[in-house]
């Protein structure tokens, strides 16, 4: 799947990071488990990029609701100047929406495949 595939950054890195599923399990205030797919952590600069990774050529808001969730945001980092990019990852045309980075998926994983991380930062950032 999707999902299972896209961790494979840190494969390619020069850096020390970390991929990994964050999930917020629900408390009083909310009604669902809130998540994100993907979290990029950069040990040595210290960022955070955030993924969303979606089966739709179609572009919505709901997509992008967990990575607007200030409550989410600050679980992941106190700090939001350490959260260098929010983007979502689909079937559709690359693209910028609302401050969104929307990218192709083929696209994504080209690049990370082809031309490495760096090549991938640029495209995301």
């Known amino acids: 799947s999707l999902h299972d595939a ?22 009083e205030e909310d009604v669902v488990d809130k998540e994100i797919d993907m979290i990029i952590e950069n040990h040595q600069e210290e960022k955070f990029y955030l993924f969303e990774i979606k089966h739709s050529k179609e572009k919505s808001e709901s997509q992008s609701k967990w990575l ?11 700090d939001k100047n350490k ?6 990852l689909y079937r559709g045309d ?12 083929e696209e994504y994983l080209t690049i990370l495949h082809k031309q490495g991380i760096n090549a991938v930062i640029q495209l995301i950032s």
């Not at 970390?18 to 917020?24: E, N």
């Not at 959260?83 to 979502?88: N, P, R």
């Not at 690359?94 to 998926?105: A, G, Q, R, S």
């Open 83 to 88: 959260i260098a990019c929010m983007t979502i």
């Open 94 to 105: 690359t693209c910028l929406e609302n401050d969104l980075k929307y990218v192709n998926i």
């Open 6 to 27: 896209l961790p494979i950054w840190p494969r390619y890195a020069s850096l020390p990071v970390t991929a990994y599923k964050a999930i917020f399990p629900q408390n």
């Open 68 to 78: 607007h969730d200030t409550n989410v945001l600050n679980r992941i980092s106190s």
